[in-house]
């Protein structure tokens, strides 16, 4: 298991920019693919973005695409996700995940991921 911690929300209006991190603790981050969620009032938690462990292929929700990045800093064990033109859709709690068994193949679903962060919530306002 490996504890991870997001930071980085908060009010952004519309149209805004906003970036979210994700801090690992303990060894192994590198290894671990990586992915982050949102989750909206009254809505199910949903996939935004997903990163293989190296960092080499990453996918994003269609809603997302072309407005967010996922990147990843294995050195200093933090995963980011760079969020731009943000609309009020994009509002709710985001969530990092990791699966810590190993996989090549990017996270685009729960199924595999079995760490979770505690959340940050993103609020997006006209």
């Known amino acids: 298991q490996v504890h991870l911690v997001e930071s980085g929300g908060g009010l952004v209006q519309v149209g805004g920019s906003m970036r979210l991190s994700c801090a690992a603790s303990?060894?192994?981050?590198?290894?671990?693919?990586m992915g982050w969620f949102r989750q909206a009032p009254g809505k199910d938690r949903e996939f935004v973005s997903g990163?293989?462990?190296?960092?080499?292929?990453?996918k994003y929700a269609d809603s997302v695409t072309g407005r967010f990045t996922i990147s990843r800093d294995n050195g200093r064990s933090i995963l980011y996700l760079q969020m731009n033109n943000l609309k009020p859709d994009d509002a709710g709690v985001y969530y990092c995940?990791?699966?810590?068994?190993?996989?090549?193949?990017?996270?685009?679903?729960?199924?595999?991921?079995?760490?979770w962060g505690q959340g940050t919530q993103v609020t997006v306002f006209s």
């Open positions: 995940a990791a699966r810590t068994t190993y996989t090549t193949v990017v996270p685009a679903t729960t199924t595999g991921l079995n760490s």
């Open positions: 303990g060894r192994g981050f590198d290894m671990y693919a």
């Open positions: 990163i293989t462990y190296i960092g080499d292929i990453t």
